[in-house]
């Protein structure tokens, strides 16, 4: 081996080997992830190019318009201060394109103004953060925490998220609730409507550990949250209080079908409340109630037998195995058959209505879809939530998860029902003409 002459040897410290063991980690807040940079990059700009178009798109509507010398009157007029949007991916830094009405100064109220709709002037989060927010909170993630919470997932830039910041935002909430629960329902009218009791993990103030919902089918076939409050077990005197508060606020009109569980404190509530409604039973809650007192050994076959019901093609088919399920099981498990026996009229009352209805009520999932992520987005926390606070976040939840709902399959079914036509096994019937026309009193 030949030996390296000291004149012409590279600097010792190229050679050095560090004694250093400690390995500094990524910090809380500091992204050290090629991924998360071009994704931040990519959606900075895509968001440059759709504020962009939308600029673009908002000249061509004026582009008609000159000045009293001939010149464009509406334009471009540079950028606002660049800004930055927390969004899932962290901040995204965007500038905002100012538009200028050369013809009208900036007080004059007819001045042509740009709102746009994509980036808000006064937008400093996306969507997905103020849904991130309540979920947080009702995690029992105090409002001083939030900060840490946050800069862990999205950057230390969401430091900005203080606790009071949190803390004004929660107080809109708590404001944007209360206005919704006195808003004036006079011009509302809901042909279907789903009741259910949702228990939450999240701990109340006091013995109220339900929140009573109720979701409403416009005549539009939209899905809308019409009552949302608290209650004790589902009592038939919170029910009633939230029933008698819609008819106050101006829900005059009767729904044509309740969907609800088994809950005797609701039917209860309805029957004084809407007393010509008709009542329709979940048919997921009836299923449950029967195999829960069967012996696993049974609930293969029971609930083949229990399906062969509700999914009949008409009326008389499903009485028909109503009969046999009643038949085949009251000898040995006579509680089962009990148990269905006696909510016959109700589980069957849907085919009175259009076939194409069915599937959505024979269900209260329209809330149990709903409710289910905000049950499993929620914990015991270490301290009770007020009822108060509770009902704001959970409110918060529900009113992002609306935005999704879908529309009622055959919703043109709807106006039928609501002028009173009648349907017989999900059909439509068609008065038939008489033969012979009265004779009117002037012949």
Known sequence: MGVLD??????????????????????PGIFDDQLTEVLRNGARALLAKAVEAEVADFLGQHADLKTADGHQRVVRHGHLPEREVMTGIGPVAVRQPRVRDREAAAADPGRIRFSPSILPPYMRRSKSIETLLPVLYLKGISTGDFSEA?????????????????????DGWLDEHAAWQKRDLSAKRYVYIWADGIHLEAR????????????GATPEGRKELVGFTDGARESAHDWRDLLLDLKRRGLDVAPQLVIADGALGFWKAAGEVWPKTREQRCWVHKTANVLAKLPKSQHPKAKRALQEIWMAETKATAELAFDAFIESYT??????????????DTLLAFYDFPAEHWKHLRTTNPIESTFA???????????????????????????????????????????KLILGVTFNNGIE??????????TSAAA
């Open 6 to 27: 000291a004149s012409t040897s590279p600097p010792k410290e190229r050679y050095a080997v560090s004694n250093d063991n400690v390995i500094q980690l990524i910090q």
């Open 331 to 344: 000898l040995k498990y006579e509680k089962a058959a009990d148990c269905l026996r006696k909510d016959r």
């Open 429 to 438: 019937v068609i008065a038939k003409p008489t033969d012979r026309q009265p």
């Open 204 to 215: 109340l103030e006091d013995e109220k550990q339900c929140i009573l919902v109720l979701i």
């Open 150 to 170: 946050l800069a862990a997932q999205l950057g230390k830039h969401a430091a900005g998220l203080s606790a009071s910041a949190i803390g004004r935002l929660k």
């Open 373 to 415: 992520t905000v049950r499993h987005r929620t914990i015991r926390s270490k301290g009770c939530l007020s009822n108060k606070t509770a009902l704001a976040m959970v409110f918060k939840l529900v009113e992002g998860a609306q935005k999704h709902w879908r529309r009622l399959d055959g919703h043109n079914q709807l106006p």
